[in-house]
Nanobody
């Protein structure tokens, strides 16, 4: 069973920065796509950014130029550097791993983290 453990959330003032990390536990796995989603109260969960195993990235328009996603394949870890934060970035941020191949079984599955709160004060 693969688990995603997130860290780095917290409270920051507008214009500040935070860095989220998400590490996937388990050995013998290959993760194709990792990403960050967020959900504010009363809204649907939305994609923030994703990154393929090869390094191709995709960002929501609202975060382009402010957020940077990166990953370390050797550590099965994904990062989200968030700069120039705005109050509208306040949400629970979820890490996701898609098409996680377990070499032992040959099976693939998707996984989600528990979420970490990011609050940006004005």
């Amino acid at each position: 069973q693969v688990q995603l453990v997130e860290s780095g959330g917290g409270l920051v003032q507008a214009g500040g920065s935070l860095r989220l990390s998400c590490a996937a536990s388990g050995s013998g796995i290959i993760i194709q796509v990792m990403g960050w989603y967020r959900q504010a109260p009363g809204t649907q969960r939305e994609l923030v950014a994703s990154i393929s195993r090869g390094g191709s990235t995709n960002y929501a328009d609202s975060v382009k130029g402010r957020f940077t996603i990166s990953r370390d394949n050797a550590k099965n870890t994904v990062y989200l550097q968030m700069d120039n934060l705005r109050p509208e970035d306040t949400a629970v941020y979820y890490c996701a791993a898609f098409r996680v191949l377990t070499l032992f079984s040959g099976r693939a599955a998707d996984y989600w983290g528990q979420g970490t709160q990011v609050t940006v004060s004005s």
